[in-house]
């Protein structure tokens, strides 16, 4: 017998608007749900949210259901994950729950299996694409700019406060002083083409404040899945003017990734009690080396140019890293090791005789202000989040543009 590989994604945060949004609908369904086994159909990142938020309502018969093989068979935690023949083969009451974004091809699989929406299986696909784009269009004068991921969109599965920091930062800056557009995943060359569209548009912000983590830096970070968002990179397309070819060909990149490479970061870890998984994760994406090739690089560079020859103030902001969990994991050199790739990149940068500023806010929280004690990545909770919001109004190169 086989050993079971528990595939779930050390799931902390979420989408703000994803998060409400799905905590809505279980209170909706919750009769429905309460008299079913619960198939969550997609196994990643979303369905591991939709876990847990079922999980808070006292949700506990539930499987997962997945068209992937290498993951049928297994686990994410003690649920299993089967294949969508065997989870129709149920004799008893089941309710399917549709958890990915884009997922017409499981919708498709749910009617071609005679089964109805609305009474067998529902539809979790609330697409953060629609806000996103409207951010996009949003016209606005003499703003900020903030482009980055989840930083900014995502906040703690436990916050009783649901506003992302980008949300907070609308709020204090004022609607009309900021834009943020912002996407779990997003690289530099993402980056890149959407705000060299903006500026083609006319746009003219008065600072970019860019999200610079090093995670995004890796070898491998351009080509993941979940860093694609070929969909949305279309829609971006559709709306812009008279698009630049790099911004088209970009469109097709991005939808030949999502395609080849379905491999993710935790696909392979097998979760031991002794935090194995977790290390490597942070030491493969914080503690590597390097390289001036590399696409994020590159693109960065490219960003920062492209801003020079505008005349546009660029600040590099560094997110906080849970610096406590490196050190647990690394020892008390963990932030003069993480800091080395950071020291290397602004060589990198100050070589070519770019012009850029830097917010650092890498040791700024503590491990009770991230998503969870034990977070890896950047996302903060409320309490975090209202630090860093305080840091950004004390930001020198902030306040020197902004006020």
Not at 104 to 117: C, F, P, V, W
Not at 137 to 164: E, K, N, Y
Not at 174 to 193: D, I, N, P, T, Y
Not at 247 to 262: G, I, P, T
Request: hydrophobic share 40%.
């Amino acid at each position: 017998m086989r050993e079971k590989i528990d595939f779930a994604w050390p799931v902390t945060s979420e989408n703000a608007l994803v998060y409400q949004y799905f905590q809505s609908e279980v209170v909706r369904l919750r009769d429905i749900l309460a008299e079913s086994r619960i198939v969550i159909f997609g196994s990643g990142i979303r369905g591991c949210c939709l876990l847990h938020i079922l999980e808070q309502h006292g949700f506990q018969k539930i499987v997962f259901c997945d068209n992937n093989p290498e993951k049928q068979g297994h686990l994410i935690h003690d649920y299993d994950i089967c294949s969508l023949s065997d989870a129709l083969s149920y004799r008893g009451r089941q309710v399917f729950l549709v958890s990915p974004e884009n997922s017409g091809s499981m919708r498709d699989q749910l009617i071609g299996a005679k089964l109805e929406e609305g009474r067998d299986w529902f539809s979790f696909d609330l697409s953060v694409y629609h806000a996103y784009l409207a951010e996009y269009q949003r016209p606005v004068d003499d703003h900020m700019l903030v482009m980055g991921d989840c930083a900014f969109s995502h906040i703690a599965l436990t916050d009783q406060v649901t506003d992302s920091l980008g949300d907070m930062m609308k709020t204090s800056f004022g609607q009309e002083r900021c834009k943020v557009l912002a996407m779990h995943g997003f690289g530099q060359q993402a980056q890149h083409h959407i705000l060299h569209a903006l500026l083609d548009r006319g746009e003219r912000p008065l600072l970019l404040l860019l999200l610079l983590v090093m995670e995004a830096l890796t070898p491998k970070a351009h080509l993941m899945p979940r860093t694609q968002h070929p969909t949305l990179i279309r829609r971006l397309l559709d709306a812009t003017e008279q698009p630049r070819a790099e911004f088209s060909a970009y469109a097709e990149l991005a939808e030949e990734r999502f395609r080849r490479f379905q491999v993710e970061s935790f696909a392979s870890f097998k979760k031991t009690e002794d935090d194995t998984s977790e290390k490597l994760y942070m030491q493969m994406n914080y503690l590597f080396r390097i390289k001036e090739e590399t696409e994020g690089v590159v693109y960065l560079k490219k960003t920062i140019r492209l801003l020079n020859a505008y005349g546009i103030p660029i600040v590099l902001y560094v997110p906080p890293v849970n610096y406590m969990q490196g050190e647990r994991f690394f020892g008390v050199d963990f932030k003069a090791r993480y800091q080395e790739n950071f020291t290397k990149l602004y060589g990198f940068l100050d070589r070519e005789g770019l012009d850029y500023h830097v917010a650092d806010a890498s040791f700024l929280l503590t491990a009770d202000e991230f998503a969870a004690a034990n977070t890896i990545d950047e996302t903060s909770n409320y309490a975090g989040r209202s630090k860093l919001l305080h840091f950004f109004h004390e930001s020198d190169a902030i306040c020197a543009v902004m006020g």
